[in-house]
Structure formats: structure tokens, C-alpha cells
């Protein structure tokens, strides 16, 4: 899986690298679904403390150490010059590359758990937000923003491999903004999620048999 985040100008100077893993014992530190919540809330502010987080997510200071102990350990995030007394942590990167090895069967069950844990949650919070159409309905410059899109279609691993990537690259475009300084005048915070597989039937099936193309989207 790849998580792409905005990580504030104002974290460290290691934070403008991507993430590149494979090893399963660093997927695993972060598949939880607190720790998930934590590595958000870092990505949004760049720096906190285990009290500020705990308070964000009503959680125990303590629960919320534990977890940013474990989070440290994966390589997620590291420790921040100290605030008198205060200790925080800061993000490590901007972004998250955790797509398996392909040799190593662990690499490949980490990052397919991993990545159960991301559509689940962010499933539920889509589910939420068309279940709750009138917190939007009094915003009608943005219904035309709010889409669910689904496709099929033929490709090769490789033209999907590129595709995924072309995805990706989308959202280089709002790099930076994390920083009020750089959005434009009436932005709000987006969320994107997307899914891309390919259906491993036992055998590939002839194209011709199958037409392509079908799309849904959300009423506008």
C-alpha cells in the first residue's frame, strides 16, 4: 500500500522524504488502529506531544506513549527538540511507500493486513459522510466535489503498475498546502480514497467476452 500525506513545512528537515519499505515488522508497527489515528494527527500538525495527542483522541497519555513508542521503533517518527519540559515527536516523512516484496510471502500478508485496516477505516468514514448528506446539502458549491467512481476495464500488471503511479502523482499538485501560507482563499481539507486491483481469476479470460467500462458517482 502508499499513503500520501502533506506534512507541515514546519517538521524537520528529514520529513520531505517518502518512506520505502518492505519489511513486514515495519508494517506491522503501524497496523493498529490507533496507531493509524496517531500517524494522522502527526501528519497534520508535524509535532506533538503524547499529552497533546491523547487529548485529541481521548485516550490516556499513557496508551497514547505506548503507541508513539511503537511508531518510533517502525521508523514513522522520531523525537523533537524538547519544549521546556515537554518531549514531542515529529513525523519522519511525507509520504509512505509499504507495497510489498513480491518474493516474500510475510511482506506481501503485512501490507495486505495493513491495507485492510486503511479501506476499512476510511470505508466507515465515507459511509459516514454520504449517511450525513446535510452537513454538505447547505454547501452546494461542493456537491459537485463529493464522487464515487468505479471501473473495469483490461490492462497488463504493467500498464496498471503505471496507472497506479499516474494516481499517485495526482495529488503532487497540493503539495504544501498543510501550511495555511500556501492554500488558496476558500480551501477546505480533501480526502481522497482510492482502490485499484486486478481480478485474479484462475485463468485470464479473452477481453472480447467482456465489455468495459461502468461508473457511478455520488448525486450532484
Not at 497534520?44 to 511503537?70: D, P
Not at 509520504?95 to 518474493?103: F, L
Request: one cysteine or more; proline letters at 6%; charged letters at 30%.
Amino acid at each position: 500500500m502508499t499513503e500520501h500525506t502533506q506534512t507541515p513545512n514546519s517538521a524537520a528537515g528529514s520529513s520531505d522524504r517518502t518512506m520505502h519499505t518492505t519489511d513486514p515488522a515495519v508494517m506491522r508497527a503501524l497496523a493498529h488502529p490507533l496507531r493509524i489515528d496517531i500517524l494522522e494527527i502527526m501528519d497534520e500538525v508535524g509535532e506533538a506531544t503524547a499529552s497533546e495527542i491523547a487529548e485529541r483522541l481521548g485516550q490516556t497519555v499513557a496508551n497514547c506513549s505506548f503507541h508513539l513508542r511503537i511508531l518510533a521503533a517502525g521508523g514513522f517518527i522520531e523525537r523533537a527538540e524538547p519544549r521546556g519540559r515537554e518531549k514531542p515527536w515529529r513525523v519522519l516523512h511525507h509520504s509512505r511507500d509499504m507495497r510489498p516484496d513480491r518474493e516474500d510471502p510475510l511482506s506481501i500478508a503485512e501490507s495486505a493486513e495493513l491495507g485492510s485496516m486503511y479501506v476499512q477505516r476510511e470505508a466507515a468514514r465515507m459511509v459516514s459522510f454520504l449517511q450525513n448528506s446535510l452537513s454538505y446539502a447547505h454547501n452546494s458549491e461542493w456537491i459537485p466535489a463529493v464522487m464515487i467512481n468505479t471501473s473495469t476495464f483490461w490492462a497488463t500488471a504493467e500498464e496498471m503498475e503505471e496507472l497506479a503511479e499516474d494516481l499517485s502523482a495526482l495529488m503532487d499538485r497540493f503539495e504544501g498546502r498543510r501550511d495555511p501560507a500556501n492554500r488558496p482563499e476558500g480551501a477546505r481539507k480533501g480526502r481522497m480514497f482510492a482502490t485499484l486491483n486486478p481480478e485474479l481469476d484462475d485463468s485470464p479470460r479473452d477481453s472480447r467476452d467482456d465489455s468495459a467500462g461502468e461508473a457511478g458517482t455520488a448525486p450532484r
